[in-house]
């Protein structure tokens, strides 16, 4: 009983990663387009990267907070360890991007 209730809750918030995910690549495409078509008055991309990056480590928080779930329910070792490798990854890519947000944030361009 309790393991339906924990993976209808990991897909669920799997699904509101992809959704956050495919939204702000669709916002900051929008914006981009906009300020390219309005004339920008500074590099368009600084801004919109911004924005991006931030929408996408909450994303990333959300898929690793459903990997976490998924434990739960994965009592081996090797799935315990494919898993920690997943969110090791998710990690090292969250990390990555809030710094380049921070540096975009302080005017520093990439």
């Known amino acids: ?59 990333l928080e959300f898929m690793i907070a459903a990997d976490i779930l998924k434990t739960v329910l994965t009592p081996t070792l090797e799935d315990l360890a494919f898993l920690g490798g997943i969110i090791l990854i998710r990690t090292v890519l969250t990390v990555s991007i809030a710094y380049e947000v921070r540096r975009s944030s302080k005017g520093i361009e990439a």
């Open 1 to 59: 009983m309790y393991e339906t209730i924990i993976l209808w809750l990991v897909r669920v918030i799997e699904l509101i990663a992809v959704i956050m995910i495919v939204g702000a690549a669709l916002l900051a495409t929008w914006h981009l387009v906009r300020r390219l078509v309005t004339g920008p008055d500074r590099s368009p991309a600084t801004d919109v990267r911004l924005a991006l990056g931030q929408n996408l480590v909450l994303a």
